[in-house]
Nanobody, 123 residues
Framework: VQLVESGGGLVQAGGSVSLSCVFSGSDFSRYNMAWFRQAPGKERAFVAVALMGLSTLYANSVKGRFTISRDNTKDTVHLQMNSLRPEDTALYYC??????????????????WGQGTQVTVSS
């Protein structure tokens, strides 16, 4: 599995950014697709997941501000981030999870990762 992220950049607090991740190398529809983020000096943290059955789950810190979506016709997952805050500043990673591989909230359960894309929110 290969994952390639795009999007990100520098944005002012209150602004919006959209991230995309293109999946290749396997059957996209069999994977749960998630976004994680890692700020300097912190552990990689769960942000959101779009499950195979199209349900979505979010970290409490982003609920109501971020929206994850997947397009099974284009093997792509998106993360729309609105009302951004300085504490959202991090390296954002796309990840693929096979059901049965462990908790979807735990980064250790994900075998495939993108290279990461930086999001910086200025105050």
């Amino acid at each position: 599995v290969q994952l390639v992220e795009s999007g990100g950049g520098l944005v002012q607090a209150g602004g919006s950014v959209s991230l995309s991740c293109v999946f290749s190398g396997s059957d996209f529809s069999r994977y749960n697709m998630a976004w994680f983020r890692q700020a300097p000096g912190k552990e990689r943290a769960f942000v959101a997941v779009a499950l195979m059955g199209l349900s979505t789950l979010y970290a409490n810190s982003v609920k109501g501000r971020f929206t994850i979506s997947r397009d099974n016709t284009k093997d792509t997952v998106h993360l729309q981030m609105n009302s951004l805050r300085p504490e959202d500043t991090a390296l954002y990673y796309c990840a693929a999870h096979l059901p049965g591989s462990g908790s979807i909230y735990n980064h250790a359960s994900y075998a495939s990762w993108g290279q990461g894309t930086q999001v910086t929110v200025s105050s």
